[in-house]
């Protein structure tokens, strides 16, 4: 039977789950997928839903529906080694999303009017979410933005709560006055202050930056993302104008390859 729904094409996600039980299996199983632990998948996790970003971001639809498929097995997965350990599993995951999403649409699922804009939903949102932490005893303005997060995904989540109380710079004038006073500081540190106290001004400028982005309304993360296609692109431009003249970058200098790099931005321009 088991061997039947494993080879059974339109079996879904039965299908998968299946397949992980088998991977999993102490006697039969793989010996890799045995030795793993939610540390040691952890990683790939996360790596998986950066795929995923990275296919929606470049409108390879063949490829998301890959990367889609890659991140539900990281879900799959993550729940059987939790089932085994009597913790939870898959399909109370699957319940207890359920629940969250019909609880969190009282206008949708409910029956509280759906007249709503979209700025007073999100608020609406908010105060759910508020009410779901007061009853894990998470009362704190911060508590409950993981710390796992990118940092600069973090930050702006950690700017974005202390803004709902309140703590937040009036405008981006005042966030700019505070980029000026962070970058001073980096260089009195740079000069005169140990490495650790460099990092330490270093972060509080790259914390700064996030939240002027989002006083900007833009998302740092998309906007790095962005600027490292660009560098990507252009410094590709440039490794192939070499490759033109026969060289190399590490053949190349400075002075040539900024020369290059200038044409190629001319040209993005024109």
């Known amino acids: 039977m088991a061997d039947d729904l494993i080879h059974d094409p339109d079996a879904g996600v039965e299908r998968l789950l299946e397949i992980m039980r088998r991977l999993r299996d102490p006697e039969t199983g ?4 045995i030795e793993q632990d939610f540390d040691t998948i952890a990683p790939y996790t996360i790596e998986e839903a950066y795929e995923v970003a990275d296919a929606i971001e470049r409108r390879d639809w063949p490829d998301l529906e890959g990367e889609l498929g890659d991140l539900l097995l990281q879900a799959v997965y ?5 089932e085994e350990a009597g913790h939870f599993s898959f399909q ?13 649409h009282p206008h ?7 007249d709503k804009s979209a700025e007073q939903q999100t608020r609406d949102w908010e105060q ?24 600069l995904l973090r930050a ?14 009036p405008s981006t004038r005042e966030v700019i006055d505070k980029i000026a006073e962070e970058s001073a500081e980096l260089v009195e ?9 460099i990092e330490e001004e270093f972060g509080d400028l790259l914390f700064v930056m996030a939240n002027l982005g989002r006083h900007l309304g833009l998302d740092p993360e998309a906007a790095l993302r962005a600027a490292n296609a660009k560098f990507t ?26 020369a290059l790099w200038d044409a190629v931005k001319r040209a993005e321009r024109a």
């Not at 949708?108 to 009017?113: A, P, T």
């Not at 009410?131 to 009362?139: D, F, I, L, T």
């Open 128 to 151: 759910v979410k508020a009410a779901e932490r007061a009853g894990k005893a998470q009362s704190g303005t911060l508590d409950g933005v993981a710390i796992g997060l990118p940092a």
């Open 92 to 104: 109370s995951v699957v319940r207890a999303i359920s629940d969250k999403m019909v609880a969190r």
């Open 108 to 114: 949708v699922f409910g029956d509280e009017s759906r």
């Open 189 to 197: 540190a740079r000069d005169t202050l140990s490495e650790a106290e």
């Open 156 to 169: 702006l989540k950690l700017q974005k709560r202390a803004a709902r109380v309140g703590f937040d710079w």
């Open 78 to 82: 993550h729940a059987q080694m939790a």
């Open 233 to 258: 692109r252009r410094f590709e431009a440039v490794e192939a104008q070499l490759a033109e003249r026969g060289k190399r970058p590490a053949e190349s200098d400075l002075a040539e390859m900024d």
């Open 30 to 33: 793989c010996p890799w997928d």
